[in-house]
Nanobody, 125 residues
Framework: VQLQASGGGLVQTGGSLRLSCAAS????????MAWFRQVPGKEREFVAA????????YYADSVKGRFTISRDNAKNTVYLQMNSLKPEDTAVYYC???????????????????WGQGTHVTVSS
């Protein structure tokens, strides 16, 4: 599966952004999807994950209550709605796919088979 992330940009503290990740190739519903983020010099950090149907989600504590992951299987797209953004949310955000209809709560980057190219999010203070 090929992944294309978009929607990043510059926003002020407290603002909102919605990231999108469009998938092409093999059957989208064969994959759990996730968002990760990375800042220079640090490891890629798990943000949120969603199971193949969209019925179950899982979040990092740092974004719980502020971010919402969702997917539209008819459009082969996963979203990350980010509200109440903070400067510490500044990072490159990546979408990822894991070939499973089972466990979707994998928080390690090594557990994902496919990655998008990343989209930059900058939150100014």
């Amino acid at each position: 599966v090929q992944l294309q992330a978009s929607g990043g940009g510059l926003v002020q503290t407290g603002g909102s952004l919605r990231l999108s990740c469009a998938a092409s190739g093999r059957t989208f519903t064969s994959y759990a999807m996730a968002w990760f983020r990375q800042v220079p010099g640090k490891e890629r950090e798990f943000v949120a994950a969603i199971n193949w149907s969209g019925g179950s989600t899982y979040y990092a504590d740092s974004v719980k209550g502020r971010f919402t992951i969702s997917r539209d299987n008819a459009k082969n797209t996963v979203y990350l709605q980010m509200n109440s953004l903070k400067p510490e949310d500044t990072a490159v955000y990546y979408c990822a796919a894991r070939s499973t209809r089972g466990v979707y709560t994998t928080t390690s980057a090594s557990g994902y088979n496919y990655w998008g190219q990343g989209t930059h999010v900058t939150v100014s203070s």
